[in-house]
């Protein structure tokens, strides 16, 4: 079966400008998280979604990311006047249910602000 | 002081060596654990997942978990060239959101 699903694969976009990122989990996965991977802080959590609850925003790291999901699949986080600081690659994951259930990862989405 | 502290040098090792990764950590909370793999511009995939102190094997993986010591191990037995990728640690706390924790990785090379 399909698997996680992220666009674009790769961003690039000039300092200030705001980007949209899409992640599709599996079919049938009510959880979904947002992680960002750099190379000096390796993976870090960003936000998470269970079903049609309040998310979980924690890990945003600036009220510049901001993120939805619609109808409880389909998932985008903004990122609002994007920094330099902000160039990193966006993994998306899914899960059946709340708990400690394997998280499936998408291929993520490599962004560069220039 | 980061939750999950991995040693993020580069490993090589030949092939059929075995390979031997591991990370601490400092909360109590962190009750299940996880070893991913990721390879180049991919994304982790998971390889092992264990939540009891103990040893799990899954073919030429085994994975060691020593909540005494807030410590877990990977070891990975006559390595492949198909095994050089990037391994992360991932712990989970019990209750929560259960958000995974990482290490930051260890690029693993394994020359044929």
């Known amino acids: 079966g399909a698997g996680v699903s992220q666009s674009p694969s790769n961003k690039v976009t000039e300092k200030g400008k705001d980007v949209e990122l899409r992640c599709d989990p599996i079919s049938g996965h009510t959880a979904l998280y947002w992680y960002r991977q750099s190379l000096g802080q390796g993976l870090e959590f960003l936000i998470y979604f269970q079903g049609n609850s309040a998310p979980d925003k924690s890990g945003l790291p600036s009220d510049r990311f901001s993120a939805e999901r619609t109808g409880g699949s389909v998932s985008t986080l903004t990122i609002q006047r994007t920094q330099q600081e902000d160039s990193a690659v966006y993994l998306c994951a899914s899960s059946f249910r709340q708990g400690r259930e394997t998280q499936y990862f998408g291929p993520g989405t490599r962004l560069l602000v220039l | 002081q980061k939750e999950v502290e991995q040693d993020p040098g580069p490993l090589s090792v030949p092939e059929g060596a075995i390979v031997s990764l591991n990370c601490t950590y400092s909360?109590?909370?962190?009750?299940?654990f996880m070893w991913y793999r990721q390879y180049s511009r991919k994304g982790p995939e998971l390889l092992m997942y264990t939540y009891s102190s103990g040893n799990k094997e899954d073919g030429r993986f085994t994975a060691q978990v020593d909540k005494s010591s807030k410590y877990i191990s990977l070891f990975i037995r006559d390595s492949q060239p198909s095994d050089s990728a990037t391994y992360l640690c991932?712990?989970?706390?019990?209750?929560?959101?259960?958000?995974?924790?990482f290490g930051k990785g260890n690029q693993v090379v394994v020359i044929p």
């Open positions: 909360n109590s909370a962190f009750q299940y």
């Open positions: 991932a712990m989970i706390k019990l209750g929560g959101n259960n958000r995974l924790a």
